[in-house]
């Protein structure tokens, strides 16, 4: 037996940024959010050989800007 449910869908929530630019949240990250250990740092895949590194901030942020694109490939009825 089907069921109907006739109730309103709720509104989209929108979560803004307590930050005005990426700079400002990389400070308060900086800040606050300090890897507990060297094993908690950023790594990204495909970093050259040898010991890890932090990633950088350019590398952060043009892995963030890849992904976006990406994901705007695939979901073009969200862009």
Avoid: C, K
Wanted: aromatic share 8%; hydrophobic share 35%; proline share 10%.
């Amino acid at each position: 037996m089907a069921v109907s449910d006739r109730s309103e869908p709720s509104p989209r929530q929108v979560i803004t940024s307590p930050f005005d630019s990426f700079e400002e949240w990389g400070e308060w990250i900086e800040a606050n959010a300090a890897p507990a250990s060297r094993d908690a740092l950023t790594v990204i895949a495909g970093q050259p050989p040898g010991p890890r590194r932090r990633a950088s901030w350019e590398e952060l942020i043009a892995l963030v800007d890849a992904h976006n694109t990406d994901y705007r490939r695939s979901h073009p009825e969200r862009a």
